[in-house]
């Protein structure tokens, strides 16, 4: 899959909508929400390489930062390195469970989201017993919905091996020493500001935190926003390598 998205426009979303719909295959509507999402903005997901090279010479044509994506550099969360035990020593952040290392000098852009899931629990209630008679309830439902958010960070390599990625209550934090505290959002802002200044060429970027994305279903009846926070993560890093003159890996 070839995803065509937009990481700078020339010009506003409303004014750019119309003379794109018909390129993109949307309506002027459809158009004006994808790109007024913000940057990067997702305007085609095809299998048509020679198609997803039209668009992009389109938008380009039109002076907008525009780029391909070949969804086989996509790491999805589940297959990143996981930073939930580690340390900060002199070359970079060390898992303490494998000695995985993930040296400051590799990480070219720590990327700030937040992965949103909804999960539902369905249970049939007890059967009431009254003074008169015993009420059955087989056909009977109580869900219970339960919302999480959670914060992460995704650490992009220059060296292209895959992403680390830091989840805010998944992380032990035992690696902060004495700066650790009992809460985990603290020791999460913690740990990216070490890793901000040991990783100093690194670019930080926390858009996608405040970036709202639809959740999709996955196991066991949960809903999650993590598979596109994943491709947007990826989108920018990409975006981040360009302006940086190496190609994104």
Do not use: C
Not at 74 to 85: P, Q, Y
Not at 124 to 135: E, K
Request: overall charge neutral; aromatic content about 6%; charged content about 25%.
């Amino acid at each position: 899959m070839h995803v065509v998205f937009v990481a700078n426009l020339a010009r506003p979303a409303v004014a750019e909508a119309d003379a794109l719909a018909p390129t993109l295959g949307m309506t002027p509507y459809e158009a004006r929400l994808a790109l007024a999402a913000g940057p990067p903005s997702v305007v085609l997901s095809t299998t048509d390489r020679n198609r997803a090279n039209d668009v992009l010479g389109a938008l380009r044509s039109r002076g907008h930062g525009a780029h391909v994506f070949d969804d086989e550099n996509f790491v999805a969360s589940e297959h990143m390195t996981r930073a939930d035990d580690f340390i900060l020593d002199a070359e970079g952040m060390r898992r303490t469970s494998t000695g995985d290392l993930l040296p400051y000098g590799d990480v070219y852009a720590i990327l700030r989201a937040v992965h949103d899931s909804t999960s539902e629990l369905e249970r049939s209630p007890r059967p009431v017993i009254t003074d008169r008679q015993l009420i059955h309830s087989h056909s009977l439902r109580v869900v219970t919905k339960n919302e999480e958010r959670e914060h992460v960070a995704y650490f992009f390599r220059r060296s292209g091996e895959r992403p680390w990625l830091l989840r805010e209550r998944h992380a032990s934090y035992v690696g902060l020493g004495a700066d650790r505290t009992p809460i985990a959002f603290a020791n999460f802002t913690r740990t990216l500001t070490r890793m901000r200044e040991q990783a100093a060429m690194a670019v930080y970027d926390d858009r996608l935190a405040r970036r709202r994305v639809a959740e999709r279903a996955g196991a066991e009846g949960e809903r999650s926003s993590r598979d596109g926070m994943d491709l947007l993560a990826h989108l920018l890093a990409m975006t981040i390598a360009s302006q940086g003159g190496s190609p994104y890996r």
